[in-house]
């Protein structure tokens, strides 16, 4: 084989795994549901606390098998600190930030978001096993950093 064969071989494997990446990425977000956490909505942080939903931050269940998480980051601890759901739980993770940055990831899940001032983040998880989940603050957010944590205990 010439030099142009083996230039042209290298060319296509080139266009393949570009084909092939986009096939991936099609599939992981029409097929499988995987989206970034995008801005799911703007609200004041100085009157956050007095209105719907972060006037009652807390677990419930919206309709038979899925939930709604409504969790506020604040210096230094989520609130609530605990989230309690059955296993198969369908949770939507409703949350924003109180005071400065701050980040939420739950240990072993896709679910990692920025917490933004003023912006509500939004995701989704179902909990298949019951087990505890760790959640932790990504984002250093001063000197208590380190001891903001949470937990998801499936049960
Ligand atoms: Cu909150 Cu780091």
């Known amino acids: 084989m010439n030099i142009e064969t083996y230039e042209k071989a290298f060319l296509s494997l080139g266009g393949v795994l570009l084909v092939a990446c986009l096939v991936a990425l099609a599939y992981a977000s029409i097929a499988m549901g995987i ?12 009157t956050m606390r007095a209105q719907a939903p972060f006037d009652n931050p807390g677990v419930r269940e919206t309709s038979p098998g899925q939930y709604e998480a409504v ?7 989520f609130v609530p600190a605990e989230i309690r759901v059955p296993a198969g739980a369908e949770v939507t993770f409703v949350a924003t930030s109180n ?3 701050h980040g939420l990831h739950v240990e072993g899940t896709r679910i ?6 003023g912006q509500i983040s939004r995701n989704t998880y179902t909990f298949k096993e019951p087990g505890e989940h760790l959640i932790i ?18 049960e």
């Open 99 to 101: 005071d400065v940055l």
């Open 112 to 117: 990692n978001m920025m917490l933004v001032p």
């Open 71 to 77: 969790v506020i980051g604040q210096l230094w601890a």
């Open 137 to 154: 603050c990504h984002e250093y957010c001063g000197v208590g950093h380190h001891t903001m944590y949470g937990k998801v205990i499936v």
């Open 35 to 46: 989206h970034l956490p995008g801005r799911a909505g703007e609200v004041d942080p100085l």
